[in-house]
């Protein structure tokens, strides 16, 4: 693992980006496809809570929800995952034994990331320890920003080296980076570094996940996997609350990465109210009218 | 409900727009003075979808007497048209406009069944812009002394326009909304292979309450066009068209007292430098190339690459292309649609043969293409030079060349090494490269960054074999006027 050299990264002109990603949004997904797409957007949710507020009672509650999404609709996917604090890795392990569905566990000072190295590694050894199968990094968007990319590129594989065989997530800050060249460069970072995943954001700065930061960082995984052979999954978290929108994702994934990528594996949405608004849509496809949420739980 | 498999590969459903709410006649008269009427010549023509090869309508044909009574509604018009108050003017103009608007979803489907471009492109780019010019033109009519200080502008009395088939009601848009508003009056023909949005656009005239003859459209083939050309109280020609038509317009009026305005053909040049944002300027020759079907005069179909970044651009161009969506124009998801006709489906086909019989390298995606209809799938040309028959003649589909070079004044040397003269882009992060490049580049539109933009505020137009005049902006008022002092 080296740094690469950065003054190779493509260049991002802003105003195509956002073309393009209009174009996806026009794309019309109905019937047949938006059945099997909405199936596909369930069966990516990190379902999650990160709040102070946090409590035992409060994962557990994510968890049985995250097992029953909705038990009048039949065939449902389970969620991918349950996206936790450190100190609720153990809660959410054991009320999710016995299925398929992974605990997540941010981490290294999450979100700010404003801290010291061994804090961060004792963070992620910690939610390891605990049974996480993911942990969801932040990268030091500071030193980012003054240039320090060698900083940037030993913290991420440091990191990777404490999670063992836990799956890394790199979370970018993008609202934070405040250009899509910067975007890129740090999706090259933490791609070289040893993420498996790369993530837009913490959902604690906005914006958080948008279609063009999204664009940008798929672009960077499918040369990345061009050079090196190695398939990077993506997580844009935050901000995609809606069926629709997550439809658009979808779009946007496989007409940039393709087929191979359109799993629960390689792409990920981190949300929260996301899986009652699928269900409403799955509702409405089967009895043909709208629900009010009401009738959706809500954990 | 129906189990679902999330493991297989996930795939749009068809998302056809409805034609439900469109509203076609079996049979199109000629809109003549206010009204439809039949034509003298007792001819009607079918008009097909180039997608099915199925009659849509039938459409009369304008003989040369008919022509003359268009001719001679519009003059008769000519008489207290000009002499209304410019504010009501400016009124009929405007409501034209807000109908376009109101209809633009009939306007959309009619145009993408009867010319086989994408209803994403009828419904987003077409109709919307086509309403603008309306608009901005509508806005010109009570302010034309202020266009022109010290001179008094004068109409010029009865024109004749004559349009293509690529955009049919955008093209209809941009000749009569500056004719109306500098007050003179029209005869205008559509292409015969789209003449229905054209007869719907007179419908919609006669609904406005636009005095009678002030707009008449008469529909047929080159015999029309070539009547409405010769005749002589026409005081006016706006021709958009092929090149080689232009030339004989041109010739036909030599030495007669008649303005002309030529939009021809062109061979735009896209030029992508190393120093680009390399994965938005492969949108860009996408969609200077492949937008309508490349039935664009102002297309970018000479590609050239700097050789540097030759090689990533065309592995992400094949790629790319291989994701385009053909079919269907109808479909909501189409990204390319039918070739607008048997003929220029022929025409195209000859120029992909001369292609491969000079020695390029051909590339064309594995695409499945619909059985009935007039098809033709994304085209690159690798390894062309200059000489090639296809790098230095139009040929209006979706048909790329692409050439590499090594320095800036190569590429605008070879840019400008054509008889065309419309268009070209340039992609660089430097924005100097783009001052020197359109400076030195011999094209009516400059694209930095980006392809095929369009607004009726910019004026559009050729050099050389290219064209005369300009259509758009306040430049696009001048060809309908005389400047008195």
């Known amino acids: 693992m080296t740094l690469p050299d950065l003054s190779k990264t493509p260049k991002i002109d802003k105003v195509g980006v956002h073309e393009r990603t209009n174009r996806f949004c026009t794309r019309s997904i109905k019937t047949s496809a938006k059945q099997m797409g909405l199936h596909l957007a369930l069966s990516m949710i990190d379902l999650t809570t990160l709040e102070g507020r946090d409590t035992s009672e409060k994962v557990k509650q994510l968890c049985y929800k995250a097992r029953h999404l909705d038990d009048s609709i039949q065939g449902l996917p389970n969620v991918a995952a349950v996206c936790v604090y450190p100190t609720l890795v153990g809660v959410a392990k054991k009320e999710l034994i016995g299925s398929d569905i992974k605990v997540a566990s941010v981490a290294t000072a999450f979100p700010s990331g404003q801290s010291t190295l061994e804090v961060k590694l004792n963070d992620t050894r910690y939610a390891i320890a605990e049974g996480a199968d993911e942990v969801d990094m932040v990268i030091s968007r500071g030193k980012f920003l003054q240039g320090e990319y060698n900083f940037v590129f030993d913290e991420i594989a440091a990191v990777k080296q404490a999670c063992g065989k836990a799956h890394l997530k790199v979370i970018l800050e993008t609202g934070e980076l405040d250009t899509l060249d910067n975007v890129r460069k740090a999706s090259d970072i933490a791609m070289h570094s040893g993420a498996n995943f790369i993530k837009t954001s913490t959902g604690k700065i906005s914006p958080a996940a948008t279609m063009p930061v999204v664009f940008v960082m798929l672009n960077a995984i499918k040369d990345f996997y061009k050079e090196t052979g190695i398939k990077i999954g993506m997580k844009p978290a935050g901000g995609i609350s809606t069926a629709k929108k997550s439809l658009q994702y979808l779009v946007m994934l496989k007409e940039t990465l393709g087929d191979e990528w359109m799993n629960k594996d390689l792409f990920r949405f981190g949300a929260s109210s996301l899986a009652n608004d699928i269900l409403m849509q799955l509702k409405k496809q089967e009895t043909g009218i709208y629900q009010s949420l009401d009738y959706f739980s809500k954990d | ?485």
């Open chain 2, 1 to 485: 409900m129906s189990k679902v498999d999330i493991n297989k590969s996930w795939n749009y459903a068809a998302a056809p727009e409805s034609t439900a709410h469109i509203q076609l006649k079996k049979k199109y008269d000629l809109f003549i003075g206010g009204d439809f009427v039949k034509p003298l010549s007792k001819k009607y023509f079918d008009t097909v979808n180039p997608a099915n090869g199925e009659q849509i309508a039938k459409v009369a044909e304008a003989n040369k007497q008919d022509v003359d009574r268009a001719v001679k509604a519009a003059r008769k018009a000519f008489k207290s048209w000009p002499k209304l108050s410019v504010k009501e003017r400016g009124k009929y103009i405007f409501r034209i406009a807000r109908m376009m608007q109101e209809r633009a979803r009939e306007f959309a489907v009619i145009e993408s069944l009867d010319g086989g471009k994408p209803i994403r492109e009828s419904r987003d780019i077409d109709i919307p812009l086509a309403a603008n010019h309306f608009f901005y033109y509508a806005g010109w009519s009570d302010k034309l002394e202020y266009a022109f200080p010290n001179r008094i502008p004068k109409p010029l009395g009865v024109a004749g326009q004559i349009i293509p088939w690529n955009f049919p009601l955008l093209m209809a848009a941009w000749k009569i909304a500056p004719a109306l508003a500098t007050g003179n009056t029209v005869v205008m023909k559509p292409a015969e292979t789209t003449s229905l949005t054209a007869l719907k656009l007179a419908e919609l005239i006669q609904d406005s309450g636009l005095p009678k003859g002030v707009v008449n459209i008469i529909t047929g083939a080159g015999e029309t066009g070539a009547a409405i050309v010769r005749h002589p109280d026409v005081d006016k020609i706006a021709f958009t068209g092929s090149t080689e038509v232009g030339k004989l317009i041109e010739k036909s009026l030599a030495g007669i007292e008649k303005k002309t305005t030529l939009e021809l053909g062109g061979k735009g040049a896209n030029i992508i430098f190393e120093d680009a944002a390399i994965e938005q300027a492969v949108e860009g020759i996408v969609n200077a190339i492949f937008f309508n079907q490349g039935h664009v005069c102002c297309a970018g179909s000479r590609l050239f690459v700097q050789a540097s970044v030759a090689d990533v651009v065309i592995e992400k161009l094949k790629e790319r292309i291989s994701t385009l969506i053909i079919g269907d124009p109808l479909d909501k998801n189409t990204d390319i649609g039918a070739i607008n006709s048997t003929e220029q489906l022929a025409t195209i086909e000859k120029y992909i043969a001369i292609g491969k019989k000079e020695g390029a390298d051909i590339y064309q995606p594995k695409s499945q293409l619909p059985k009935k209809g007039n098809w033709c799938p994304p085209t690159l040309f690798l390894n062309v030079s200059q000489s090639h028959t296809i790098v230095q003649e139009e040929i209006f589909g979706p048909v790329l060349t692409i050439q590499t070079f090594r320095t800036i004044d190569e590429v605008i040397e070879k840019a400008n090494n054509t008889p065309f003269g419309l268009s070209a882009g340039v992609w660089t992060e430097r924005g100097s490269k783009i001052f020197k490049l359109s400076q030195k580049l011999k094209a009516g539109v400059i694209w930095a960054n980006t392809f095929n933009k369009f607004d009726p505020a910019s004026p559009f137009g050729g050099y050389k074999e290219s064209g005369i005049g300009r259509e758009g902006g306040l430049h696009g008022l001048k060809p309908y006027l005389k400047l008195e002092s």
